[in-house]
């Protein structure tokens, strides 16, 4: 599928609701969802034997764009049920994300809670990640964090950032409440050391 019909196609889905502050629900943009799906099929991490799991999945833009992209099989974890919507061809599991096994899956894609709000929320996320079977760990965060690298080496894995952007953050998570506020963003392509 072509960049900006992948854009297009992923900027119609159902809108995140970002509705619950504690949750840190910042939704990707379609433009955003789709370079970043472009870019792991470039660095060769998907293709049609792919399962994907995407952790914090939200409307799933992130999972759905790996599995217009072709993915084997996409699952979409994510706590809140307001943001799930039926999507021929991927599976929900609406709960924490310590809630799933860990199991069959080699690419994991998220754009977890980054513990601006709640401090340590990404925490589950990430350790969750690197103690399952995936082969190939895609982790969105805001481009100040730098506790991600350290904590990756510790259990094992071994990151570099594949590409940055900005991120509108809605209104009622920006510090001036009466426009959206622009963050810079970075994405980490992990892989066993
Ligand atoms: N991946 C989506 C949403 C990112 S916002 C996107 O990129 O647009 C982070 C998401 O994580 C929110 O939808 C929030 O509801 C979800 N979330 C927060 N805590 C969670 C938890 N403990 N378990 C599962 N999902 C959680």
Not at 12 to 21: A, I, N
Not at 35 to 54: F, M, N, P, Y
Not at 83 to 105: A, S
């Amino acid at each position: 599928m072509r960049l900006r019909h992948l854009a297009m196609e992923l900027s119609k889905l159902p809108p995140h609701p970002q509705h619950d502050v504690k949750l840190e629900q910042y939704a990707t943009e379609g433009d955003f969802a789709a370079r970043w799906i472009a870019e792991i099929i470039q660095l060769g991490d998907l293709d049609d034997s792919t399962r994907v799991v995407d952790l914090g999945a939200g409307n799933g833009i992130l999972g759905i764009g790996c599995h217009l992209a072709g993915a084997a099989s996409t699952l979409l974890v994510e706590i809140d049920s307001d943001c799930q919507h039926d999507f021929t061809g991927v599976e929900w599991l609406i709960g924490d994300v310590n809630d799933w096994p860990g199991e069959d899956v080699d690419l994991i894609i998220m754009n977890p809670p980054w513990g601006v709000q709640t401090p340590k929320a990404d925490r589950s996320f990430l350790e969750v990640a690197f103690n399952s079977q995936a082969k190939v760990i895609y982790v969105l965060h805001s481009s100040r964090s730098t506790h991600l690298e350290p904590l990756a080496e510790s259990i094992g894995w071994a990151g570099e950032i594949v590409l940055k952007g900005a991120f509108r953050i809605p209104a009622t998570y920006a510090h001036h409440q009466s426009q959206n506020d622009v963050t810079e963003v970075s994405v980490w392509r992990f892989v066993r050391d």
